[in-house]
């Protein structure tokens, strides 16, 4: 929650006409993040000195995102907006922040703005927005948001997911037993019904956050970012927000890969594995060589979350639980943030989303919800649960 309170909006979106499309994509993916955002298509009414409007829409918004291609460049209006946000946070203690999004080209005259480039870097402004990638888009608004979130009052909690890639996963001899089980990969897809190496690699991606646990259609970044924004609709005073572990973790000189893997020594940590990927060497070298010192972390959360989907009479039974005694089901997988209930040490194996969203929000909760001077949360939570 932003300590300043005095804007209006949290963001202006300033565009073209030709970039409706994009923007008002822009404008419903960061309502989704609980900002307030001024576009003008949704917020001047009929009949309004529309001109004086938007000048004054400018000056309460907090931050300025402009969506840049061709056609902007050519604006005379975009280049009024923008003038007029700047005279506005020309000051020393104005954090306010200007961002292009760039669809195309590259603005010259501003190059010591920050750039999202993103979308321009991937060609896909031609190909139109319904066509954009989900991956893309996500990754893209990430960068937004932690562009215009950096001054606010939030808990920062690092974040590893330990898993591999498509391309690694394809490389990778599924027939070989590894030195530490005589169990090959082949053996285990067997065991949990993955046909072949190619149905598992479905569900892997370019980037290790697009990895699928549970057989699943969202990725493992995706199922975050959806508890992130529970998690915050419940705290009262303050936002917190996955940090990842950056590529230096995987970078091949180990001091530069050992200085990154120390963030997970900080007060609040999640380690996430996949069990699959243990089959990686390079994940098994980082496990062994970078990682003992986090697991000694007493406020750290490691968990490792299942490659398959549970057979459906375990989702049935769940139902039935949910169904005819929601008291117990709220206990596990509902728990509110700023209770101290004892139930809060209840612990689950991590097969589905319900249960990540149970251990992370119980591991969250001491931390974001419930005052530090509640006697009745020391006595029931460690950071982690019992």
């Not at 902007?72 to 104005?94: C, G, K, L, Q, Y």
């Not at 703005?113 to 888009?137: C, E, F, H, P, S």
């Amino acid at each position: 929650m932003r300590e300043t309170t005095h804007y209006k909006y949290d963001v202006f979106i300033s565009y073209t006409r030709e970039d409706e499309d994009w923007a008002e994509k822009l404008n419903q993916s960061l309502k989704e993040k609980k900002l307030e955002v001024f576009m003008d298509r949704h917020r001047l009414q009929a009949g309004t000195k529309w001109e004086s409007n938007l000048l004054e829409s400018i000056d309460n918004s907090n931050h300025m995102i402009i969506l840049w291609s061709n056609h902007t460049r050519d604006s005379d209006w975009v280049r009024r907006e923008m003038a007029r946000f700047e005279r506005r946070i020309d000051t020393p203690e104005d954090d306010s922040k200007m961002l292009f999004l760039l669809l195309e080209g590259q603005n010259n005259a501003y190059t010591s703005i920050q750039m999202v480039t993103q979308l321009r870097d991937a060609g896909v402004y031609d190909l139109g927005v319904k066509m954009i990638d989900a991956n893309l888009w996500r990754d893209t608004l990430q960068v937004i948001m932690q562009a215009i979130r950096s001054g606010d009052r939030f808990i920062s909690i690092p974040v590893l997911i330990l898993t591999t890639t498509r391309d690694r996963l394809d490389q990778l001899d599924t027939s070989r037993k590894s030195p530490y089980s005589s169990m090959t990969l082949d053996n285990l897809l067997t065991e949990i019904r993955i046909d072949s190496k190619q149905d598992l690699i479905e569900f892997y991606g370019d980037e290790r956050n697009h990895w699928r646990p549970f057989c699943g259609s969202d990725d493992v970044q995706t199922l975050l970012d959806r508890i992130q924004t529970k998690i915050n609709q419940q705290a009262s005073n303050v936002e917190f927000r996955w940090e990842p572990i950056g590529e230096d973790f995987w970078s091949n000189d180990m001091d530069v890969a050992r200085n990154e893997a120390k963030k997970l020594l900080k007060d609040l940590s999640l380690i996430i594995i996949d069990p699959i990927a243990l089959f990686d060497p390079e994940i098994r070298e980082r496990l062994k060589d970078l990682l003992p010192n986090c697991f000694e972390n007493e406020h750290g959360l490691v968990i490792a979350l299942m490659p398959f989907a549970l057979p459906a009479p375990f989702f049935h039974m769940r139902d039935v639980i949910k169904n005819m005694a929601r008291l117990i089901y709220d206990r596990v997988y509902e728990l509110p943030l700023q209770s101290s209930s004892p139930y809060a040490h209840f612990d689950i194996n991590v097969a589905d989303e319900a249960d990540l969203n149970h251990v992370l929000v119980r591991a969250c909760r001491s931390k974001i919800g419930i005052p530090a001077s509640s006697s009745s949360a020391s006595r029931y939570l460690g950071m982690w649960g019992n």
